[in-house]
């Protein structure tokens, strides 16, 4: 007979909480969360991989509380001012979306633990769950990938074989779709300038436009791409919002269809369907205006 | 240029709202899917695909207002009766975890839609991201499979297959476990008496062990199975609950340990690991007894 399993430290100590806030505003986060938040003794906001449809000020004001804004940098660098204390208080991490979604915090629970701090994980919706609102079903994805901005210089398109082997299995393929913040300018970043440009979200328009170039590359070069111009694809935008948007239709009508604000994601189908699945889908269907075909 | 994708129904209507309770107890709804609840003419709980930690009557007295319970029967075949007046009140449809998790209630959607009745989803957590928590990467992991309870005469290996081709491709892949609630047994069903057996909720233990028998007949047949005695494993119980577990181990061990009530499910591991995966499961190895090994 094997021992219980034990977690690495028991509940109702001062500890680091990891809480999701889920998608959409303020109110999305969950009961117990929105305890946490207000009793804890600080509480950051990680604002590099995801946000919400309200800024800073918003969740401060429904919250009720201060937020610390903890950039990239503080998190990957300075871990232990925002673990400080954690032994003798409660401190809070606010995540967008889940604190195991789309972005790990495996980094900062390690840390915590090594320096004897107890954590718990307060979850929420995230775009790795919430995408199943367009009808596609969850168990029916595989390896999720990223899309991220080319520059002249960096074109990468080694994803795409995520892709492909996806579609061999009959998977969908949830992209999720770069972010910048607080990115510098190469001129800025060459003279040590902390000037940083306005923040950039991937648009569906965008990535589908990075796909269809790399299904011309590969016809270029001879191989067969693992889409076309006509595959099934899905834009969702503001994924749990009011005002969240979804497109179903080809990867060629992706590259035009108005979604509006950030955040979108695009999903690739798996090819075949279930006809539930289609169902649902055709809910989201884009509608070509009849001055166009 | 594509007209904006205009979603099926506007705001600020009556309508179906499917709200999804997270996983874990009451205070894990959503303060917006909370709201929701209060002001609605009626809300059901669908009680056959998951559980809290908590009974209906814990929510009812959190929530503040009754709950009626949605059983399978109800929501396949009487769907109408909860759509009923959904067009001049609002009635939720309360889903543990997300509305479009582990089970999908694109049904309900369908229906409501064709009945002219706009509908809303506010999500939550899910299994299928909560898992997460384990420390394994969500992108990561292939299709998902389910393990249902064998019996004398149906003992189903096909899932098998999906648990290959993620481990041959590298991915984890995460088995939900059988749930069996107003089930009848042989000779009730038969005589027609609404009399039901006792909900059963399939173990980590129960689904190792049907996993390993699975194993020993491809060896016997001559196969190679895609996972042995040895393959790493985890284990994972109430999770988001405050009293959740995570075990990591072999199949094998995944026999006998104790995780408690349920729910359980498992993560049959994809083979390669990141090292940060390999450092957040360290922290939930089993630890053998002296007396044992």
Same sequence: chains 1, 2.
């Avoid at 609102?133 to 168990?139: A, D, P, S, V």
């Avoid at 999720?176 to 000037?195: F, H, M, P, Y």
């Amino acid at each position: 007979m094997l021992k219980p399993v034990s977690q690495p430290f028991p509940l109702g100590l001062e500890m680091l909480y990891l809480v999701g806030l889920g998608l959409g505003d303020a109110k999305d986060i969950t009961v117990k969360g929105l305890e946490v938040v207000r009793r804890c003794s600080r509480a950051y906001l990680e604002a590099y991989t995801s946000v919400l449809t309200v800024g800073k000020e918003a969740l401060e004001e429904f919250y009720g509380r201060k937020l610390i804004l903890a950039d990239r940098e503080e998190v990957e660098q300075e871990a232990d001012n925002i673990l400080k204390d954690a032994d003798i208080s409660d401190i809070a991490f606010l995540v967008v979306g889940d604190p195991f979604g789309a972005t790990t915090h495996s980094d900062l629970i390690l840390r915590a633990t090594k320096l004897g701090i107890p954590y718990r994980v307060i979850h929420n919706a995230s775009i790795m769950n919430a995408v199943g609102c367009c009808g596609l079903q969850l168990y029916k994805f595989g390896e999720t990938v990223s899309i991220v901005f080319w520059t002249d210089t960096w074109r990468p398109e080694s994803f795409f074989d995520k892709v492909k082997k996806n579609r061999q299995n009959g998977m969908h393929t949830l992209c999720l779709l770069d972010i910048k913040v607080k990115e510098q300018s190469l001129e800025n970043l060459i003279k040590g300038r902390k000037i940083y440009e306005p923040p950039r979200y991937m648009s569906v328009n965008q990535a589908a436009q990075q796909l269809l170039e790399i299904v011309q590359n590969q016809r270029m070069r001879g191989e067969e791409p693992a889409i076309t111009e006509d595959t099934l694809c899905v834009g969702l935008a503001r994924v749990g919002a009011e005002n969240q948007k979804i497109a179903a239709g080809t990867l060629q009508q992706m590259c035009t269809v108005d979604l509006g604000e950030p955040l979108h994601s695009l999903i690739i189908t798996g090819g075949s369907m279930h006809p539930l699945e289609m169902e649902m889908l055709s809910l989201f269907t884009i509608q070509e205006n009849s001055s166009e075909s």
